[in-house]
Protein backbone atom coordinates (compact mmCIF):
# COMPACT_ATOMS: atom_id res chain seq x y z
CA UNK A 1 0.00 0.00 0.00
CA UNK A 2 0.72 3.51 -0.43
CA UNK A 3 -0.25 6.54 1.24
CA UNK A 4 0.44 10.13 1.35
CA UNK A 5 0.31 12.84 4.37
CA UNK A 6 0.18 16.47 4.72
CA UNK A 7 1.60 18.56 7.80
CA UNK A 8 2.42 21.92 8.66
CA UNK A 9 -1.09 23.50 8.78
CA UNK A 10 -2.41 25.30 11.30
CA UNK A 11 -3.40 29.15 12.41
CA UNK A 12 -1.44 32.16 11.39
CA UNK A 13 -2.50 36.08 10.81
CA UNK A 14 -2.93 37.65 7.68
CA UNK A 15 0.38 38.57 6.07
CA UNK A 16 1.91 35.50 7.78
CA UNK A 17 3.53 32.18 6.50
CA UNK A 18 3.38 28.63 6.79
CA UNK A 19 5.20 25.76 4.89
CA UNK A 20 3.28 22.55 4.53
CA UNK A 21 4.60 19.25 3.84
CA UNK A 22 3.75 16.32 1.71
CA UNK A 23 5.34 12.97 2.43
CA UNK A 24 4.82 9.67 -0.02
CA UNK A 25 5.08 6.82 2.07
CA UNK A 26 4.90 2.66 1.35
CA UNK A 27 5.96 0.29 -1.37
CA UNK A 28 6.28 2.72 -4.01
CA UNK A 29 8.53 2.52 -7.12
CA UNK A 30 8.52 5.75 -8.38
CA UNK A 31 5.91 9.02 -7.48
CA UNK A 32 5.41 10.11 -11.37
CA UNK A 33 3.81 13.38 -9.84
CA UNK A 34 2.88 15.35 -7.04
CA UNK A 35 0.19 18.61 -6.58
CA UNK A 36 -1.36 20.25 -4.13
CA UNK A 37 -5.03 21.13 -4.14
CA UNK A 38 -7.32 23.52 -1.68
CA UNK A 39 -11.08 23.42 -0.32
CA UNK A 40 -12.54 26.23 1.46
CA UNK A 41 -15.72 25.27 2.93
CA UNK A 42 -18.55 25.64 0.73
CA UNK A 43 -16.41 25.74 -2.49
CA UNK A 44 -15.31 23.43 -4.96
CA UNK A 45 -11.93 21.83 -4.18
CA UNK A 46 -9.09 23.65 -6.32
CA UNK A 47 -6.01 23.21 -7.87
CA UNK A 48 -2.64 24.93 -6.07
CA UNK A 49 -0.01 23.44 -8.27
CA UNK A 50 2.19 20.60 -8.94
CA UNK A 51 3.66 18.46 -11.38
CA UNK A 52 0.99 19.39 -13.43
CA UNK A 53 1.96 23.10 -14.10
CA UNK A 54 5.07 22.82 -13.00
CA UNK A 55 4.34 25.33 -10.33
CA UNK A 56 1.63 27.59 -8.41
CA UNK A 57 -1.17 28.51 -10.41
CA UNK A 58 -0.71 31.97 -12.26
CA UNK A 59 -3.01 33.79 -8.90
CA UNK A 60 -0.89 32.56 -6.64
CA UNK A 61 2.82 33.60 -8.04
CA UNK A 62 4.73 35.53 -6.29
CA UNK A 63 3.25 34.17 -2.79
CA UNK A 64 3.06 30.52 -3.02
CA UNK A 65 6.26 28.03 -4.11
CA UNK A 66 6.02 24.87 -4.73
CA UNK A 67 9.53 22.32 -3.83
CA UNK A 68 9.94 18.78 -4.35
CA UNK A 69 12.47 16.74 -2.28
CA UNK A 70 13.02 13.86 -4.86
CA UNK A 71 14.93 11.21 -2.78
CA UNK A 72 12.66 12.02 0.36
CA UNK A 73 9.05 11.37 -1.97
CA UNK A 74 8.07 14.68 -0.09
CA UNK A 75 6.48 17.77 -1.37
CA UNK A 76 6.55 20.99 0.00
CA UNK A 77 4.80 24.23 -0.30
CA UNK A 78 5.90 27.35 0.78
CA UNK A 79 2.97 30.17 1.60
CA UNK A 80 3.89 33.76 2.44
CA UNK A 81 2.20 36.75 2.78
CA UNK A 82 -1.01 34.89 3.45
CA UNK A 83 -4.65 36.03 2.98
CA UNK A 84 -8.01 35.37 4.99
CA UNK A 85 -9.19 33.97 1.52
CA UNK A 86 -5.99 31.34 1.45
CA UNK A 87 -7.92 29.72 4.61
CA UNK A 88 -8.62 26.15 3.50
CA UNK A 89 -8.07 22.60 3.77
CA UNK A 90 -4.85 21.67 1.74
CA UNK A 91 -4.37 18.30 0.23
CA UNK A 92 -1.99 16.72 -1.58
CA UNK A 93 -2.12 14.21 -4.41
CA UNK A 94 0.10 11.75 -5.82
CA UNK A 95 0.35 9.50 -8.87
CA UNK A 96 2.72 6.73 -7.44
CA UNK A 97 3.96 3.39 -9.14
CA UNK A 98 4.20 0.27 -7.59
CA UNK A 99 5.66 -2.47 -9.06
CA UNK A 100 4.13 -6.21 -8.57
CA UNK A 101 5.80 -9.37 -7.96
CA UNK A 102 9.18 -10.07 -9.45
CA UNK A 103 9.32 -6.66 -10.69
CA UNK A 104 7.31 -7.88 -14.10
CA UNK A 105 4.31 -4.93 -14.38
CA UNK A 106 3.37 -1.58 -12.59
CA UNK A 107 0.33 -0.71 -10.62
CA UNK A 108 -0.36 3.26 -10.57
CA UNK A 109 -2.51 4.23 -7.63
CA UNK A 110 -3.87 8.27 -7.51
CA UNK A 111 -3.50 8.98 -3.40
CA UNK A 112 -4.83 11.45 -1.78
CA UNK A 113 -4.12 12.70 1.59
CA UNK A 114 -6.41 13.69 4.37
CA UNK A 115 -5.51 17.36 4.15
CA UNK A 116 -4.29 19.81 6.75
CA UNK A 117 -6.44 22.78 7.53
CA UNK A 118 -5.24 26.61 7.02
CA UNK A 119 -6.36 29.14 9.07
CA UNK A 120 -5.64 32.77 8.25
CA UNK A 121 -7.49 34.93 10.88
CA UNK A 122 -6.22 38.09 13.01
Known amino acids: QVQVEESGGGLVQPGGSLKLSCVAS????????MDWYRQAAGQEREFVGG????GVTASLKGRFTISRDNAKNTMYLQMNNLEPEDTAVYYC???????????????????WGQGTQVTVSS
Open 26 to 33: GNIYNVHS
Open 93 to 111: YARIEVLGRGGAHSTFYDV
Open 51 to 54: SRSG
